[in-house]
């Protein structure tokens, strides 16, 4: 949950309203009672007097009405548009969090067993079109439970039972078997340490949509993910030897329905302060590097 900023001030109360209005009054009419004796003979008509009567006594009340009723009356309607502001960004924050965690976790799952399924369709016997259904059953457990961590508002569960690297070498295995795509992984060996879940939960998610998006897009035979630190610095990096971007350009046209992939990846880095480039890789494939901070 947002936290919303508390802008809502106390009330003045009506009882001190009330006396300072009657104390307004009270200064405005002593004032016109002690200033008639000096007017000169001519301005003493009724009239006059009644419009002298009601421009001091409105000179006198004007700081009082401004200050007990217009001041309010105005500070009270900024803070209800803040607060309606503040409403409505929390709940688009909220949102495209809930966007992000969907695509991110289930939409990834059910990539992967599309394109397993589409496999199996063509794996040429029955003992290879096996043991990739063995995988995709996998997969299914893997996206049902996440599901039901994501409508209990958990995070990653494999980051919290398992640490970063060793999540990523599980996410790396696992891609490696479900898509024949060679994935050679460099993280450090010893003291990468623990970091706050954002960072993490956030590395983890883009290393798993550049992972997808090997699959889906690149026609890659091998991908070099690394994951490095130096003091403050975290850098994770994915590359791989596919087609790179205009080679998968059509499929991009055909498609632009969805296309949320590289943004959020973006997005999680701006989130963090961090830097993210895509460019193309050395070995002729997509390159994606993300620079964060390890406090985020
Ligand atoms: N590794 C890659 N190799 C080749 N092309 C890629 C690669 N990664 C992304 N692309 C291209 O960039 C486009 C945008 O990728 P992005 O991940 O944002 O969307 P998407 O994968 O098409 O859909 P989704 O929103 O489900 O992720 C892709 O449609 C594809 O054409
Ligand atoms: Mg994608």
């Known amino acids: 949950m947002h936290k919303l900023p508390i802008i809502a001030r106390r009330p003045i109360s009506s009882l001190w309203i009330f006396s300072l209005v009657l104390v307004s009054t009270f200064a405005g009419e002593v004032a016109i009672m002690l200033l008639l004796p000096y007017l000169p003979a001519w301005s003493k008509t009724a009239l006059l007097q009644g419009l002298l009567d009601a421009s001091i006594l409105t000179l006198v009340m004007a700081p009082a009405i401004w200050w007990l009723v217009v001041k309010p009356l105005r500070r009270l309607l900024e803070s209800r548009a803040q607060l309606l502001h503040s409403l409505f960004r929390a709940q688009e924050q909220e949102r495209s969090r809930i966007a992000r965690d969907l695509h991110d976790e289930i939409g990834q799952q059910l990539t992967a067993m599309l394109v397993g399924l589409a496999t199996i369709e063509s794996a040429r016997d029955l003992c290879s079109a096996q043991k990739l259904a063995q995988n995709l059953r996998k997969v299914g457990a893997t ?154």
């Open 143 to 296: 996206a049902h439970d996440e599901v039901r961590r994501l409508a209990s508002g958990l995070r990653p569960g494999v980051l919290e039972e398992l640490g970063l690297v060793a999540a990523i070498e599980r996410l790396c295995e696992d891609f490696q078997k479900l898509h024949g795509v060679v994935v050679q992984l460099k993280v450090p060996e010893t003291d990468f340490g623990k970091h706050s879940l954002a960072v993490e939960a956030s590395l983890y998610r883009i290393l798993q949509e550049s992972l997808t998006n090997v699959a889906r897009h690149a026609q890659a035979s091998s991908v070099d993910v690394a994951l490095t630190r130096k003091g403050n610095l975290v850098t994770l990096s994915i590359a791989d030897d596919g087609r790179g971007m205009k080679g998968s350009a059509d499929a991009q046209l055909s498609n632009e329905r969805r296309k949320q992939g590289l943004d959020s990846i973006r997005e999680r880095a701006e989130m963090l302060h961090g830097e993210c480039l895509i460019d193309t890789a050395t070995q002729g494939g997509v390159l994606i590097q993300v620079t964060v901070h390890t406090m985020g």
